[in-house]
C-alpha cells in the first residue's frame, strides 16, 4: 500500500530523534547529520529503470529498481560526508524489507568497521535498541554487476537482500572514513 511508504524515513527519523536525545542532554560532542531525502514520485523528469547516474566520485550506477532509491541517496550522502571532513560515518535507513524478513522488527542489522560495530552493539543492548552484526560477503558483489555502469543499484538474486545493500553502499565509503551501515 502506497500509504504504508511514510515508513521509508524511518531512518532520518531515527537520525533526527538521536539528535533531539544529544541537544537535550547538551553532550558535549562534534556531530554532523546528513539527512538525505527523495520523494519517489514519477513524473516527466523521473529516472527510468535503465537510467545511469554518475556519482561525483566517478561510480557510475544502472538504476534497475526505481524503488531503490534510498542506496542512491545514501551514497550521495556518504560521498559529501567524506567532502567535508568525516572520519566516522553511521549511515541508517529503513532500507530493505529484507533485514525484517531475516531479524523480524525488534533488532536492526548492522555492517562495517568492526570497533565501532561493537561499540554500537554494545551502546544499543544498554538502551533496549537492538543491533545484529550482519556480514558484507564480497562474492555476493557479482550480483551487483551491471553491463551498463559499474554496479546496478539493485541485485540481480532475490536473496541477500540487506547484504546486497550494504555492498552497494560500501562502494560509496571513503577510505578516509571508518564505517557502519544500519538497516532498520
Known sequence: DISDARMDMGGAAAVIGALDIL??????VNVTALIPVVDNVPDAEAMLPSSVVRYPNGLTVQVAN???????????????????GATKVIDIATLTGNVGAALGLGIAGIWGEGEMTQNLV???????????????????????????????NVSTSPFAGAITAALFIRRFVAESLSWVHIDM
Request: no cysteine.
Open 66 to 84: 526505481t524503488d531503490g532509491e534510498g542506496r542512491l541517496i545514501i551514497a550521495d550522502a556518504l560521498i559529501h560526508a567524506a567532502n567535508i
Open 23 to 28: 541537544v537535550r542532554n547538551q553532550a558535549h
Open 122 to 152: 554494545e551502546i544499543g543492548e544498554r538502551n533496549g535498541e537492538r543491533l545484529w552484526p550482519m556480514p558484507l560477503m564480497d562474492e555476493y558483489e557479482v550480483d551487483l554487476r551491471s553491463n551498463y555502469a559499474d554496479l546496478r
